[in-house]
């Protein structure tokens, strides 16, 4: 028997309208030990990350731990792409055992999660494995969350995905929102972030815009 294909999306990828994204302590104290990747590359994917799901209009919950006693505010570069949105804070290491974000996961009503932030192996594996358990479809941005250690962060990777969590990263998550260069509204939204914050991937777009004033898929 013959499968028949068609043209359309998995339905495990991500779109704009399915899920909420989670942004974890990205607070000075928490970076300041983390050694998993470099803090300059950190800021960077997280800026990605936020500007990606601000500018698809995700709703995004922010949160931090201890902001005013021990860890700091939260990444300029996370924060401006959302103006005026407050931080939730806690107390508590596992963010899914604090009420105020339980009540914010609730009220925006997604049974689809993404996670990012610090550190990987306590802050990102409390509640990654606490949404699995009861229901929720998780995915973690592993590139703009890091740990104390290579090891820490691998190993907190490894338990996550044996625990039904999806791995992505922070520029597959940007373009995973945008995927058709056809969708003519997001596209400018799209290529301006990967310009800014999309490294390697960046430069190439401004290179064969400027030289070319060439544009992803004929666009």
């Not at 596992?94 to 610090?118: Q, Y």
């Not at 520029?171 to 995927?179: A, F, I, P, S, T």
């Amino acid at each position: 028997m013959s499968i028949t294909a068609t043209p359309a999306p998995a339905k495990a990828l991500l779109s704009p309208t399915d899920h909420a994204l989670v942004l974890i302590d990205y607070q000075s104290q928490m970076a300041f030990a983390t050694k998993s990747i470099a803090p300059e590359l950190l800021r960077n994917n997280a800026a990605l990350v936020a500007s990606a799901a601000a500018g698809f209009h995700v709703p995004t919950i922010l949160t931090t731990v201890a902001e005013k006693s021990f860890s700091g505010p939260m990444f300029s570069e996370v924060t401006d792409a959302f103006p005026g949105q407050p931080m939730l804070d806690r107390s508590s290491m596992n963010t899914w055992e604090d009420a105020a974000v339980i009540d914010e996961v609730n009220r925006i009503g997604k049974d689809r999660l993404v996670f990012a932030g610090l550190w990987t192996s306590v802050c990102i594996v409390g509640p990654v494995l606490s949404a699995l358990e009861q229901g929720f479809e998780v995915y973690v941005i592993t590139d703009a969350s890091g740990d104390i250690s290579e090891e820490a962060h691998e190993r907190a990777v490894t338990r996550m995905i044996q625990a039904g969590a999806r791995p992505i990263t922070a520029l597959q998550y940007l373009l995973e929102l945008q995927r058709d260069w056809a969708r003519g509204d997001t596209y400018d939204l799209t290529t301006g972030i990967a310009r800014q914050w999309g490294g390697a991937y960046g430069l190439g777009i401004t290179y064969a815009k400027s030289m070319f004033n060439a544009s992803e898929g004929g666009h």
